[in-house]
């Protein structure tokens, strides 16, 4: 009875070696306490929580004998994410390992584009939640090998959702049989679209560092209001009123950015002034792995003046190498040469999503242009400026080399008014409290 036992067991290991056997239930290693001859572990490219813009988790489930491992990742939508690698294949020596897709499921299947590789070699690829590619080539793994994972999400899966599952199996050959782990990739958006701040200043340091500057561009402290009277103006023609409180407090905070002449007592200053503050912001092309595809510029500027477009303005823009975007160009509420009034336009806030801007350096600049008398006082106020990168889908972003964005070389100069530049400006007669040139 021995003797046939045993010839049955030589029979059975014989077939076993010549057959190629197909095996799933990966728990059998572990019966016959041999170490499992390939192991997924989790990758080290799995989401900077310092930013924010993407996240993985790589856990095991056992499902009817067989050992599931799932890879999780959560992602914005419209923007294209890398993570490389998410799981290292580790092998006992030598063995060829390829993957093969298996099915895409999923409420949101269809938003779903995505590429998996092996140690660079592709594997399997899904566009529109549909497999173009099934598998790739095998690839001879010795030790160990990183699997990289590239994935997009459409506008059309809703925020906080499981997007779709992509079911695939592990193939790799194991002492002349082949065997097959599975593997589930899950994909999920963010319930909320994930920001990173590229550049903030609310001016609570108290200093302009960093930023390029004028003379007449201060940090203040303005937690107090001021009585302004405007005593240079052109005879006959008095500010209304000609005296005002301004009452300015900062947006946030208690400091805010002062642009033109400090000593309200005194006449503007002359000739002709172009004060400014201006700042430049590297805009990388990837953060974390995701693509940096929109830039949301927000600041908020407060505008006060006795005088009008034809002579003292400001202007508020942003520029990329050759093209520049106006928010406000030679603006000032005291249309053409209708100076005299006194207007505070308040606090407005500007916030405008730019695409085209990854990979480059943009120039934030706030501009006040003074005309060359001392009449009729100007000052602006910039407060909470925000370049953030912004992770989520956009209908209809401003793009910088699109239609209303002028470049420099045909805009109008810089110190040329609305209605009347500095040379074409009617006369002003001097008054005779005022020091300096008149409008004329």
Same mark, same amino acid.
């Given at each position: 009875?021995?003797?046939?036992?045993?010839?049955?067991?030589?029979?059975?290991?014989?077939?076993?070696?010549?057959?190629?056997?197909?095996? !799933?239930?990966?728990?059998?290693?572990?019966?016959?306490?041999?170490?499992?001859?390939?192991?997924?572990?989790?990758?080290?490219?799995?989401?900077?929580?310092? /930013?924010?813009?993407?996240?993985?988790?790589? $856990?095991?489930?056992?499902?009817?004998?067989?050992?599931?491992?799932?890879?999780?990742?959560?992602?914005? *939508?419209?923007?294209?994410?890398?993570?490389?690698?998410?799981?290292?294949? =580790?092998?006992?020596?030598?063995?060829?390992? *390829?993957?093969?897709?298996?099915?895409?499921?999923?409420? +949101?299947?269809?938003?779903?584009?995505?590429?998996?590789?092996?140690?660079? =070699?592709?594997?399997?690829?899904?566009?529109?939640?549909?497999?173009?590619?099934?598998?790739?080539?095998?690839?001879?793994?010795?030790?160990?090998?990183?699997?990289?994972?590239?994935?997009?999400?459409?506008?059309?899966?809703?925020?906080?959702?499981?997007?779709?599952?992509?079911?695939?199996?592990? $193939?790799?050959?194991? =002492?002349?049989?082949?065997?097959?782990?599975?593997?589930?990739?899950?994909?999920?958006?963010?319930?909320?679209?994930?920001?990173?701040?590229?550049?903030?200043?609310?001016?609570?340091?108290?200093?302009?560092?960093?930023?390029?500057?004028?003379?007449?561009?201060?940090?203040?402290? &303005?937690? /107090?209001?001021?009585?302004?009277?405007?005593?240079? +103006?052109?005879?006959?023609?008095?500010?209304?009123?000609?005296?005002?409180?301004?009452?300015?407090?900062?947006?946030?905070?208690?400091?805010?950015?002062?642009?033109?002449?400090?000593?309200?007592?005194?006449?503007?200053?002359?000739?002709?002034?172009?004060? +400014?503050?201006?700042?430049?912001?590297?805009?990388?092309?990837?953060?974390?792995?995701?693509?940096? &595809? /929109?830039?949301?510029?927000?600041?908020?500027?407060?505008?006060?003046?006795?005088?009008?477009?034809?002579?003292?303005?400001?202007?508020?823009?942003?520029?990329?190498?050759?093209?520049? +975007?106006?928010?406000?160009?030679?603006?000032?509420?005291?249309?053409?040469?209708? /100076?005299?009034?006194?207007?505070?336009?308040?606090?407005?806030?500007?916030?405008?999503?730019? !695409?085209?801007?990854?990979?480059? !350096?943009?120039?934030?600049?706030?501009?006040?242009?003074?005309?060359?008398?001392?009449? $009729?006082?100007?000052?602006?106020?910039?407060?909470?400026? $925000?370049?953030?990168?912004?992770?989520?889908?956009? =209908?209809?972003?401003?793009?910088?080399?699109?239609?209303?964005?002028?470049?420099?070389?045909?805009?109008?100069?810089?110190?040329?008014?609305?209605?009347?530049?500095?040379?074409?400006?009617?006369?002003?007669?001097?008054?005779?409290?005022?020091?300096?040139?008149? *409008?004329?």
């Amino acid at each position: 009875m021995k003797r046939v036992t045993l010839l049955l067991l030589s029979i059975l290991l014989a077939s076993a070696a010549l057959a190629a056997v197909t095996i !799933t239930n990966v728990s059998e290693w572990h019966v016959r306490a041999v170490p499992p001859p390939l192991k997924k572990l989790a990758g080290t490219d799995l989401g900077n929580p310092a /930013y924010g813009v993407k996240k993985a988790v790589v $856990y095991s489930s056992v499902e009817s004998g067989l050992n599931v491992t799932y890879v999780e990742v959560t992602v914005p *939508r419209c923007h294209r994410a890398v993570f490389d690698p998410i799981l290292y294949i =580790s092998v006992s020596g030598t063995a060829p390992v *390829r993957l093969e897709a298996a099915s895409v499921t999923g409420a +949101y299947a269809s938003q779903l584009s995505a590429n998996m590789s092996v140690s660079g =070699s592709m594997q399997v690829r899904v566009a529109g939640g549909t497999i173009v590619q099934r598998t790739g080539p095998p690839v001879a793994v010795s030790g160990s090998a990183g699997v990289r994972l590239e994935v997009l999400v459409g506008s059309g899966a809703p925020l906080g959702v499981e997007v779709a599952r992509v079911e695939t199996w592990l $193939y790799f050959n194991y =002492s002349g049989a082949q065997a097959r782990q599975k593997v589930v990739w899950v994909v999920k958006t963010f319930p909320t679209p994930p920001r990173v701040v590229l550049f903030y200043d609310g001016f609570e340091s108290g200093t302009l560092a960093g930023w390029s500057r004028t003379t007449y561009t201060y940090v203040e402290q &303005k937690n /107090y209001d001021v009585n302004v009277t405007e005593t240079c +103006y052109a005879e006959g023609q008095p500010p209304t009123p000609q005296t005002i409180t301004d009452t300015t407090r900062p947006v946030a905070g208690s400091w805010l950015a002062w642009i033109g002449f400090r000593n309200q007592v005194s006449c503007e200053p002359v000739p002709a002034r172009d004060d +400014y503050l201006r700042r430049s912001v590297g805009v990388p092309a990837s953060i974390d792995g995701v693509e940096v &595809k /929109y830039v949301n510029v927000t600041f908020w500027w407060r505008f006060l003046t006795w005088d009008s477009a034809g002579f003292d303005y400001i202007n508020l823009y942003l520029t990329r190498g050759a093209t520049t +975007y106006y928010w406000k160009r030679n603006y000032n509420p005291n249309p053409d040469i209708s /100076y005299g009034p006194f207007k505070d336009t308040g606090w407005q806030r500007n916030s405008t999503i730019f !695409t085209g801007a990854a990979g480059s !350096t943009v120039t934030l600049t706030f501009l006040l242009h003074t005309f060359r008398d001392a009449y $009729y006082r100007s000052w602006l106020y910039i407060d909470e400026v $925000y370049v953030v990168a912004h992770f989520d889908c956009v =209908s209809s972003p401003v793009t910088l080399s699109a239609a209303g964005v002028q470049p420099l070389s045909v805009a109008q100069p810089l110190g040329a008014g609305s209605g009347a530049d500095a040379g074409s400006s009617p006369a002003r007669s001097e008054c005779v409290e005022c020091s300096g040139g008149g *409008r004329g």
